[in-house]
Every structure is written in structure tokens, then in C-alpha cells.
């Protein structure tokens, strides 16, 4: 049909259709599975940073990794020469004095005969010790903080592993099972490894509270759980003065971290009650504090150890008997060459030898309180504490047991008594104070 205007007619293209929807499925079971997207949960943004916040992180990154490099350097330097020849002379002297005090009970105890056996096995330790203190000393100290929580969760396990009955690992000697090994070949006493451990974790952890130790809940609770905990499972091997050790160089380092006092005393009066208690309520090991106050009442069964261990001492007199030549060593005092050998000191050097032994010891504590006074930082100062600490109690309770001074327990005379285990601990213990020797700061002249 024309148009007007006379236009011819144009045809519209036919209208594209939409294609229509799929049917909707009545049953939910015939529906296509779609895969599951979770509904996205929002996510606060966080307030950008600063001018001045931005500059302030920046400048504590950058503080941060001058102070790692300064260790770094600093880590290079010098070990404390007084120090280290104060170990050196105290583990001659004692390989020594081992040498003559063990050659009898060596003989006519061993399978093998020998006179040197004793002295031969603390050797190689010793050996083995000081490549360990020097190793040791070499590294950075800032490093043991990333051990710190490991060692101790390792050494709680080896703990476990000596208490639990049946377990053949577990060595026995003198009715207390104190030792893991394999028979004869090797063994060791996991309390040594605890007392490192405890050192090194409570200094990491010290060192970073502040204020908080003053609180109860910070700097209290948590270090006297892990005490309890520790020591708890030495004493039930039994090993009552390891237990001792690892409470009381515990107990230093908190003190030292800033608890308050009062929380000193309160330990202090609780822990006399609890002793009063078990010894003379009870009656705990009432026996043996009985022939401690008197040894002579009953010199031939319960009082032997102490009685002749006085006798061994007053036989030295002022100068001794001569190195070698002590007689109360064959045979007669028990322990001897381990937990004893300061008797036989006192019999072969006399009262001026044990004297110069002493000032030795002291003189190597002194140095080691030296050492942390003058550390670089909080957690080096804090480890040096609690290492010599643990030298300083182990000798005075070694002491004071010999001398009839404290009751008589098991305890050894560092770097003297036989043992290969503690020496060589105790040696790498002193590579640890060596290690933060080198970051001293300088003191001052004058």
C-alpha cells in the first residue's frame, strides 16, 4: 500500500524474540547442582596509618636492625680472659685431684682393673666440654632466645621418660633412677639439661616484662608453675638436690626480674613451714637428720658417710698429707671420687689446698656476677645470673654436706666430682656466660 508523500513502503524486520526460560523443575532432586559460594563477611578496613604513625614504625624497623647488626658486630669480639682461665684451671685442677682419689675404687670396683678408668672417662668429657664452652662462646647469645621454650618442653619430655616405671631407658643406681641411656655405653641425667633449660626460658621471658613483673598474674604465676612442674618431676626420681638447684636458681632469676619482696617471704615462710612440717611433725627422713646433728651415735651404719667423711678431713690437717697419699680412699669413705672428693682434698692438700680451692671457686662466681652487672642487655645479664647461680648453690651444698655442715644428700662438686654428664653441661654453661662476655659493655676508667 503507497504512502503518502509518495514514499515507497519499507518492511520492519520481524521482532527478535526472547529465548524463553527453562521450565522450572517442580522437584528440588531434578534441579541442576550449583557449585557453593560463601556469602563474603565484611571486613572492617583498617584507619591508615599516619604521617607520623608511618615514621614512628619506621623508625623502630630501622632501630630494631641497627641493633641486630650492632650485636652482630659486637658478637665478634673478645671473651672475658679472667673467666675463662678461672674454668680452665678449676677442670685441670679437678681431672687432678679425680685421678688421685679414684685410682683405688677403680681397681678393685671396675671389670676392667684399670686404675685410670674413672679418670680416662671424665677426660674425654672434659675434652668434649671445653670444644662445647668454646663453641658456644662464639655464638651470638641473642640466638638462644628462639631455643628457649624447645629446650624446656624437651627436657620436661626426657623428665617424663625417667619417672615412667618399666620404661628400658631408664638407668637405676643406688636406688634413684636419675638416668637415661643405653646400659653402660652412655648415659645422662635429664636435671642437667633442665636446669639450662629453666635458665634460659625464664631470662628469654624476664627479659621482655617489665612493669608486668611486678603483678601477680605475670610475674609470678606462670614461673612458679613451671618451677613446680620441673622440679616436681626431679624429685620424684628422687633427686632432691637437683631440685633444689632448679627451684632456687628459679626463684634468683625472679628476683632479680623485679618481684616484689614480699612474694619472697611469703615463699620463704611457706617453704620453712612445709620443711618444719615434713621433718619433725611427720617425721620424713627423720633418721637422717638425726645422725647429720650426730654421726657418731650410730658411726658404723647411718653416721659412716659423715662420720668418716670428718675423719678424712681433720686426717689433712694444715698442709695435707701430699697429693696421692690419702688412706681414707681405699675404701673406707664412700662416694670418694664424686660426691665426696672434697674430703679427699682437704686430707691430701690440707686446710691451705681445700682454702686455695675455695678462693678459686669464689673468685670464679665473683667474676661470673661481674659478667652480668656489665651485660649488654636485660635477657644476656639475666642468663649469666642464673648460670652462676646454679655454680654458686651446687658448690656451697657440696660443701656444706661434706664439712657436715647441711644434711647429707646427692650432690656433686663442680668440675671436681666424677661425672661425665655434668661436666660437660657445667663446661657448656660456661660457654654461654663467654658467649655474652664478648657484648660486655666497656667499663668505665677509674
Given at each position: 500500500?503507497?504512502m503518502?508523500?509518495?514514499?515507497?513502503?519499507?518492511r520492519?524486520?520481524?521482532?527478535?524474540?526472547?529465548?524463553?526460560?527453562?521450565?522450572?523443575?517442580?522437584?528440588?532432586?531434578?534441579?541442576?547442582?550449583r557449585?557453593?559460594?560463601p556469602?563474603?563477611?565484611?571486613?572492617?578496613?583498617?584507619?591508615?596509618?599516619?604521617?607520623?604513625?608511618?615514621?614512628?614504625?619506621?623508625?623502630?624497623?630501622?632501630?630494631?636492625?641497627a641493633?641486630?647488626?650492632?650485636?652482630?658486630?659486637?658478637?665478634?669480639?673478645?671473651?672475658?680472659?679472667?673467666?675463662?682461665?678461672?674454668?680452665?684451671l678449676?677442670?685441670?685442677?679437678?681431672?687432678?685431684?679425680?685421678?688421685?682419689?679414684?685410682?683405688?675404687?677403680?681397681y678393685?670396683e671396675?671389670?676392667s682393673?684399670?686404675?685410670?678408668?674413672?679418670?680416662?672417662?671424665?677426660?674425654?668429657?672434659?675434652?668434649?666440654?671445653?670444644?662445647?664452652?668454646?663453641?658456644i662462646g662464639?655464638?651470638?647469645?641473642?640466638?638462644?632466645r628462639?631455643?628457649?621454650?624447645?629446650?624446656l618442653?624437651?627436657?620436661?619430655?626426657?623428665?617424663?621418660?625417667?619417672?615412667?616405671?618399666g620404661?628400658?631407658l631408664?638407668?637405676?643406681?643406688?636406688?634413684?633412677?636419675?638416668?637415661?641411656?643405653?646400659?653402660?655405653?652412655?648415659?645422662?641425667?635429664p636435671?642437667e639439661?633442665?636446669?639450662?633449660?629453666i635458665?634460659i626460658?625464664f631470662?628469654?621471658?624476664?627479659?621482655?616484662?617489665?612493669?608486668?613483673m611486678?603483678?601477680l598474674?605475670?610475674?609470678?604465676?606462670p614461673y612458679?608453675?613451671?618451677?613446680?612442674?620441673?622440679?616436681?618431676?626431679?624429685?620424684?626420681?628422687?633427686h632432691l638436690?637437683g631440685?633444689?638447684?632448679?627451684?632456687?636458681?628459679?626463684?634468683?632469676?625472679?628476683?632479680?626480674?623485679?618481684?616484689?619482696?614480699?612474694?619472697?617471704?611469703s615463699?620463704?615462710?611457706l617453704?620453712?613451714?612445709?620443711?618444719?612440717?615434713?621433718?619433725?611433725v611427720?617425721?620424713?627422713?627423720?633418721?637422717?637428720?638425726?645422725?647429720?646433728?650426730?654421726?657418731?651415735?650410730d658411726a658404723?651404719?647411718k653416721?659412716?658417710?659423715?662420720?668418716?667423711?670428718?675423719?678424712?678431713?681433720?686426717?689433712?690437717?694444715l698442709?695435707?698429707?701430699?697429693?696421692?697419699?690419702s688412706?681414707?680412699k681405699?675404701?673406707?669413705?664412700p662416694?670418694e671420687?664424686?660426691?665426696f672428693?672434697?674430703a679427699?682434698?682437704?686430707?691430701?692438700?690440707?686446710?691451705?689446698?681445700?682454702?686455695?680451692?675455695?678462693v678459686?671457686?669464689?673468685?670464679?662466681?665473683?667474676?661470673?656476677?661481674?659478667?652480668?652487672?656489665?651485660?649488654?642487655?636485660?635477657?644476656?645479664?639475666?642468663?649469666v645470673v642464673?648460670?652462676?647461680?646454679?655454680?654458686?648453690?651446687?658448690?656451697?651444698?657440696?660443701?656444706?654436706?661434706?664439712?657436715?655442715?647441711?644434711?647429707?644428700?646427692?650432690?656433686?662438686?663442680?668440675?671436681?666430682?666424677?661425672g661425665g654428664?655434668?661436666?660437660?653441661m657445667?663446661?657448656?654453661?660456661m660457654?654461654?656466660?663467654?658467649?655474652v662476655s664478648?657484648?660486655?659493655?666497656?667499663?668505665?676508667a677509674?
Open positions: 500500500m503507497p503518502q508523500n509518495g514514499s515507497s513502503a519499507r520492519r524486520p520481524p521482532a527478535q524474540r526472547k529465548p524463553s526460560p527453562p521450565p522450572a523443575y517442580r522437584s528440588s532432586s531434578r534441579a541442576p547442582s557449585p557453593y559460594q556469602t563474603p563477611q565484611y571486613r572492617p578496613r583498617r584507619r591508615p596509618l599516619t604521617r607520623e604513625e608511618a615514621l614512628a614504625r619506621q623508625e623502630r624497623r630501622e632501630r630494631r636492625e641493633l641486630q647488626e650492632e650485636s652482630r658486630e659486637l658478637a665478634k669480639g673478645p671473651i672475658d680472659l679472667p673467666f675463662c682461665l678461672l674454668v680452665l678449676l677442670t685441670a685442677i679437678g681431672l687432678v685431684m679425680l685421678l688421685s682419689a679414684s685410682f683405688p675404687s677403680a678393685y671396675t671389670k682393673k684399670d686404675p685410670t678408668y674413672y679418670f680416662t672417662r671424665q677426660g674425654v668429657f672434659a675434652i668434649m666440654g671445653i670444644a662445647a664452652m668454646f663453641f662464639k655464638i651470638n647469645y641473642q640466638r638462644f628462639g631455643v628457649a621454650k624447645a629446650l618442653y624437651a627436657s620436661i619430655f626426657m623428665l617424663l621418660l625417667v619417672i615412667i616405671p620404661n628400658p631408664a638407668v637405676t643406681r643406688n636406688n634413684a633412677t636419675r638416668w637415661l641411656g643405653v646400659g653402660e655405653l652412655f648415659t645422662f641425667q636435671s639439661i633442665a636446669k639450662m633449660a635458665v626460658y631470662s628469654d621471658s624476664i627479659s621482655r616484662k617489665k612493669e608486668k611486678l603483678t598474674k605475670d610475674g609470678i604465676l612458679v608453675i613451671w618451677l613446680s612442674v620441673t622440679a616436681g618431676l626431679v624429685v620424684i626420681e628422687p638436690s631440685a633444689l638447684l632448679i627451684a632456687g636458681a628459679g626463684a634468683v632469676l625472679m628476683l632479680v626480674g623485679g618481684i616484689k619482696w614480699r612474694y619472697v617471704l615463699v620463704l615462710g617453704t620453712g613451714a612445709g620443711a618444719y612440717f615434713m621433718l619433725f611427720v617425721g620424713y627422713n627423720t633418721s637422717r637428720i638425726k645422725y647429720w646433728l650426730n654421726p657418731w651415735a658404723r651404719d653416721g659412716y658417710q659423715l662420720s668418716q667423711s670428718l675423719i678424712t678431713i681433720g686426717s689433712g690437717g698442709l695435707g698429707v701430699g697429693l696421692g697419699k688412706r681414707q681405699f675404701l673406707y669413705l662416694e671420687h664424686n660426691d672428693i672434697f679427699i682434698i682437704c686430707e691430701e692438700l690440707g686446710l691451705i689446698g681445700a682454702t686455695l680451692i675455695m678459686l671457686f669464689a673468685a670464679l662466681i665473683l667474676r661470673g656476677y661481674w659478667i652480668a652487672l656489665h651485660a649488654r642487655d636485660r635477657f644476656g645479664s639475666l642468663m642464673g648460670v652462676t647461680t646454679l655454680i654458686a648453690m651446687q658448690t656451697f651444698l657440696n660443701i656444706g654436706v661434706v664439712t657436715g655442715l647441711l644434711p647429707t644428700t646427692g650432690i656433686s662438686l663442680p668440675f671436681f666430682s666424677y654428664t655434668a661436666l660437660s657445667q663446661l657448656a654453661e660457654g654461654v656466660v663467654l658467649s664478648r657484648q660486655m659493655r666497656p667499663a668505665k677509674g
